[in-house]
């Protein structure tokens, strides 16, 4: 029976299951691999790592997105119930992109001293073309976490608020369309909450952002530590965040990272929600 392909973005037919003469359908299991095919050993299995947590963190936030557009069409509807409803799921959502990401960057499983090593230079960082820098894959290029600032109303200030939103280039058309779109709408749930939301949204929406910031400070001490590595002089590209290349920038790192962490603070309620 010849073998059968579907096409990227076509309905599945299941034709790619073949059936014997006995009736019973065997499957056909090819290993999936996102690591580079000359990267192998110790030095592919990190790689392996660092992509899956970017996979499976977009992959979580996926909820975040539906919770995230649920909650602006309660906000603009007027409906307190809605809105309560909806920010329990979003709440949940967050904290397991965030919980996704903090699995796999702990120390002992993407190795603060071979990433600097083996991962960081496989994505392009610092490299230059027609006198552009291109920006490697890195945290800022998560769908799942720009969803949630847009739904929280964390404000892009600074040069990492700027550094997220040029990171778009780098998405998906249709993401970048839905960010564009979802612009429009930045902070429509903060202001419902505040204005007409009752106590239960308040609360969900200040767990929210608690978690958004508890998740940026964890990743400013996990990203400084990945950033100083085995503590020894190395080649080193620039980071995610534009660095320029050459020595370590553990403490640029933080103090960048510190500028977003006191944005997502910004978004906190008062006792009376304000």
Not at 85 to 90: M, Q, S, W
Not at 105 to 123: A, E, G, K, N, Y
Not at 209 to 215: A, H, I, L, N, Y
Not at 220 to 241: I, K, N, Q
């Amino acid at each position: 029976m010849p073998r059968h392909r579907e096409s990227p973005g076509g309905p599945h037919t299941g034709r790619g299951i073949n059936g014997t003469c006995s009736g019973r359908q065997q499957v056909e299991c090819v290993p999936y691999d996102p690591a580079h095919a000359w990267q192998s050993g110790e030095a592919g299995e990190q790689l392996d790592l660092w992509i899956q947590t970017f996979v499976l963190a977009e992959a979580r936030g996926q909820v975040v997105l539906v919770a995230g557009l649920d909650a602006v069409q309660a906000a603009h509807e007027r409906d307190r119930a809605a809105l309560a409803g909806v920010l329990e799921p979003l709440h949940h959502a967050i904290r397991a992109v965030a919980r996704e990401i903090n699995v796999f960057t702990r120390f002992h499983v993407i190795r603060t001293d071979l990433w600097r090593v083996l991962t960081q230079p496989t994505f392009g960082w610092g490299l230059t073309e027609r006198g552009t820098l291109l920006e490697g894959a890195s945290g800022l290029q998560l769908g799942a976490t720009q969803f949630a600032d847009l739904t929280l109303g964390v404000p892009f200030s600074g040069p990492l608020g700027a550094a997220l939103l040029a990171s778009r280039a780098y998405l998906p058309p249709g993401q970048r369309a839905l960010l564009s779109a979802w612009d429009a709408h930045h902070g429509d749930v903060r202001a419902a909450v505040q204005v007409w939301g009752d106590s239960r949204a308040r609360d969900l929406y200040s767990a929210c952002v608690q978690d958004m910031e508890r998740w940026r400070v964890s990743h400013r001490e996990r990203g400084a530590a990945y950033l100083r590595g085995d503590g020894r002089s190395h080649v080193m590209a620039s980071t995610g965040t534009q660095f320029e290349a050459g020595v370590p920038h553990d403490q640029a790192f933080r103090d960048l990272m510190t500028t977003r962490v006191d944005d997502t603070r910004s978004r906190r309620l008062d006792p009376d929600g304000a």
